[in-house]
């Protein structure tokens, strides 16, 4: 049941997130339901590129597909002053995108009895995935890239997954409204890692 519901979730979350940069990019329909459906099934197919999946096995989410393509046509169709400020709708989409693809791959790799690395890993790669093959399309700088915590909550959420300590679907809702808390918290009180810039001297 999980498993369904966070595919769903992170499937119109990101497909709308995508969506919402090429509209930003001022691209034209075509390109808008390029970049919303690339944004919503990227990291997936990244992930099962490095945990040796087929990445064929996409095709068979027809449902989740259509899902995508409802979702990227309602959100074009809304009037643009409905939405003042669309880089917070755009951030807290991919917070929950983010949030539901990490849980999601977490669980396929521990599924998959992988160790508790690899259970990091593909958290990472599916939940960041999308939106970094959507930044790099848009020619944005990646989010996971710049300074706000973004792949950290989604390596926290593969991890506590990966110990399977703490087990159930509770369990795992739960954590996805805390991933998803925490990235939009990030962003708007900008939660950053240490960094350090190097200046040159001529």
């Not at 990101?14 to 970049?35: C, K, P, Q, R, T």
């Not at 027809?62 to 951030?91: C, D």
């Not at 998959?112 to 399309?137: C, N, Q, S």
Request: aromatic letters at 14%; proline letters at 2%.
């Amino acid at each position: 049941m999980a498993w369904d519901v966070f595919s769903l979730i992170g499937t119109v979350a990101f497909a709308i997130s995508g969506a919402i940069v090429a509209m930003e990019e001022e691209y034209d329909l075509f390109g808008v339901y390029i970049l919303g459906i690339v944004t919503a099934f990227g990291g997936g197919a990244i992930r099962n590129i490095l945990i040796g999946l087929p990445v064929s096995t996409l095709w068979n989410q027809e449902l989740m597909f259509q899902f995508a393509l409802l979702a990227i046509t309602v959100f074009f169709l809304i009037p643009h002053h409905l939405f003042k400020q669309w880089s917070r709708w755009g951030y807290v989409t991919d917070a929950i995108g983010l949030s539901a693809f990490a849980i999601q791959g977490a669980m396929h790799a521990v599924h998959l009895e992988l160790p508790i690395v690899a259970v990091i890993v593909a958290a990472v790669l599916t939940g960041a995935g999308g939106g970094v093959v959507r930044d790099l399309l848009a020619g944005r700088r990646p989010i996971i890239l710049r300074h706000e915590i973004y792949a950290v909550w989604a390596a926290s959420a593969g991890f506590l997954i990966g110990l399977e300590i703490f087990k159930g679907d509770l369990f795992l809702y739960f954590l996805f409204v805390s991933i998803t808390v925490l990235r939009i918290c990030s962003y708007t009180k900008g939660w950053s890692l240490p960094s350090k810039k190097i200046y040159y001297t001529k």
